[in-house]
């Protein structure tokens, strides 16, 4: 199998508060993660490319001072969300790529709402 | 830059029917494309990879196939079920990472 677990599954948080969500990959070794977005009726877009042990890559147009990617071992990737405002609300997604296999299959998260208010 | 286009947007069918939907893309250099179902406020399931060497791919009572020089897949569904309904996004692998399309919301109505 290739199960990857999300934390927190939904958050609701104040505006000007930081947010971390966690992805984990449970049952195999992740040597890259994905870190995506999805606002409401429209496509994931992706954020941010992340190898253990490395700085992530970011997409253009996302800021890597507001979104903070660490990868810290080959099974857990966090994204911490920095001050987050209103805008900041959407769904992510998190996605792994098995060591050994092509990082163009990724295996998918059940996703973390969050809320800013 | 690679752009997925997913039509209809939105398919609302009777109980029992066939159909079939769209996912095109502008740059035929991929290594796979896949279907996804993505229910409401929820993650997403894989449900068929097509490698680029491929042209269709099978499993149950769905059927999604390639053509790669033109640019399109096709997913269909036959005998369509309420429990079919869903988004279904389109996703086409290229170097290092996955363009979505913005999905077809399906309904199946009992």
């Known amino acids: 199998g290739a199960v990857v677990s999300q934390h927190p599954s939904r958050v609701i948080c104040k505006s000007g508060t930081s947010v971390k969500i966690e992805c984990r990959s449970l049952?195999?070794?992740?040597?890259?993660m994905f870190w995506y977005r999805q606002f409401p009726k429209q496509s994931l877009m992706l954020m941010a490319t992340?190898?253990?042990?490395?700085?992530?890559?970011?997409e253009q147009g996302v800021e890597k001072d507001k979104f903070l990617i660490n990868h810290a071992s080959l099974t857990l990737s966090t994204l911490t969300v920095t001050s987050a405002h209103p805008e900041d609300s959407s769904f992510y997604i998190c996605?792994?790529?098995?060591?050994?296999?092509?990082?163009?299959?990724?295996?998918f998260g059940p996703g973390t709402r969050l809320l800013v208010l | 830059k690679q752009e997925v286009t997913q039509i209809p947007a939105a398919l609302s069918v009777p109980e029992g029917e066939n159909l079939v939907l769209n996912c095109s893309f502008t740059?035929?250099?991929?290594?796979?494309l896949q279907w996804f179902r993505q229910d409401p406020g929820k993650g997403l399931t894989s449900l068929l990879l097509?490698?680029?060497?491929?042209r269709e791919q099978t499993s149950g009572r769905l059927n999604a196939s390639l053509d790669k020089s033109s640019g399109r897949s096709t997913l269909y569904i036959a005998a369509s079920q309420p429990g079919d309904s869903a988004t279904y996004l389109c996703?086409?692998?290229?170097?290092?990472?996955?363009?979505f399309g913005k999905g077809t919301k399906l309904s199946v109505i009992p």
């Open positions: 049952d195999f070794q992740a040597t890259t």
């Open positions: 996703a086409v692998a290229g170097s290092y990472q996955l363009t």
């Open positions: 740059d035929s250099a991929i290594y796979n």
């Open positions: 097509i490698q680029s060497s491929q």
């Open positions: 996605s792994a790529s098995k060591a050994g296999e092509l990082r163009e299959t990724q295996y």
């Open positions: 992340s190898n253990e042990g490395s700085k992530a890559t970011y």
